[in-house]
């Protein structure tokens, strides 16, 4: 008998079991986290439950929701770094905008999404992790339109997550993968596959992650950070955002970086197009994101940035980064009231 004789005839005789009620259905969901110790989400809000969720066996969202079934869904990320939530502002507004984008409309307007990730963090107990928030179509039926969809929803959920300042440098290689159109890439939304299959492209290449190139041979950006590269002329140089993500740790290491111009240690800061061997041939390169917020990029595609070490420069980039992070204005930090 063949390969595929053998799993018909298995499958067969598989019988899926039917829960009698939604108590058993509660204990098997609940079996799951009752032998872990500490909880990877401590909380979760939903408006379709309409409050905050502390039971991870409840942390669940309808399958109908259009964000589950046709991708029609957008996100955000904010930092929760020793109690105070960083650029929680910046990462809503940008949420919204990609909410206009994706014809989404929230449920609720910007001062109470503002509030209930507020009040979600604090009911987590959270002091460092990330508050990953979405915006969806919201449930409704199986269609494409989602216009028998009652209302939008939003969900948030708080992941506790022990990430530090990156200091060792990463290989990297040039996807194969296409990258996002314009009208996608510039949103952020839930539909992550080229993302995903850039990741797993590199992964399997034994490297960390990937570069994409637009189509006029342009270094864009990476499956989920942005890039930048120092000169040997000692210039920070970011792509421009017309094509990708506008990164909102970019954003602030263009605001930051100036300072290393003032000491004499950076000649200029600037976005720029930038050809792959004008970006091979860089001095130093560098990751940007939220949790890094700088990763140095050492080897691409098998040929050594700069001198194959971590930059001085990118250390000190990632210095200003990570200082704004712990110690920044108010303006980019939210003390969080966790005995509310």
């Known amino acids: 008998m063949d390969t595929k004789s ?13 829960f009698s009620s939604s108590s058993e259905l509660l204990q098997k969901l609940q079996e799951k986290w009752s032998s872990v110790k500490k909880k990877p989400y401590p909380a979760m809000y939903s408006s379709i439950f309409g409050g905050i969720i502390l039971d991870p066996a409840m942390m669940v969202i309808p399958i109908d929701d259009h964000m589950v079934h046709r991708g029609h869904g957008v996100f955000d990320t904010a930092i929760i ?28 307007p910007r ?54 300042q990156c200091k060792e ?14 009208l996608f890439a510039k949103v952020k939304n839930v ?23 637009d189509e006029d041979g342009y270094v864009a950006e990476g499956p989920n950070v ?19 993500l506008s990164g909102c740790t970019a954003k ?32 130093e390169m560098m990751y940007v994101g939220s949790t890094l917020p700088l990763l140095a990029i050492t080897v691409w595609d098998e040929q050594p940035i700069g001198d194959g070490n971590v930059g001085e420069l990118t ?4 210095d200003l980064l990570w200082e704004d992070m712990v110690a920044g204005p108010e303006t980019q930090r939210h003390c969080v009231s966790y005995d509310q």
């Open 6 to 18: 053998v799993e018909a005839e298995n499958g067969s005789e598989f019988k899926a079991h039917m």
């Open 81 to 108: 770094l020793n109690g105070y939530l960083y650029e929680l502002d910046v990462h809503l507004d940008r949420f919204l905008r990609s909410a206009v984008s994706a014809r989404i409309s929230s449920p609720f």
């Open 111 to 164: 001062s109470t999404l503002r509030s209930i990730l507020v009040q979600l963090t604090a009911a987590s107990q959270c002091k460092k992790g990330t508050l990953r928030f979405w915006l969806t179509a919201g449930p409704g039926d199986f269609l494409l339109s989602p216009a028998g969809c009652p209302t939008s929803a939003f969900y948030a959920v708080v992941i506790d997550d022990d990430f530090s």
């Open 169 to 182: 440098g990463v290989k990297v290689i040039t996807s194969s993968i296409p990258m996002k159109p314009r």
């Open 191 to 213: 539909n992550y596959l080229p993302n995903v299959l850039a990741k797993m492209e590199a992964e399997d290449k034994g490297a960390s992650a990937s570069i994409w190139i």
């Open 226 to 244: 942005n890039v930048a590269f120092i000169t040997h002329d000692k210039e920070l140089v970011l792509p421009f955002f017309d094509k990708i």
């Open 252 to 283: 602030r290491l263009l605001e930051l970086a100036p300072k290393l111009v003032e000491q004499g240690r950076l000649k200029s800061v600037k976005t720029a197009n930038l050809t792959v061997d004008e970006a091979k041939g860089a001095a």
């Open 315 to 318: 250390m000190a980039l990632s």
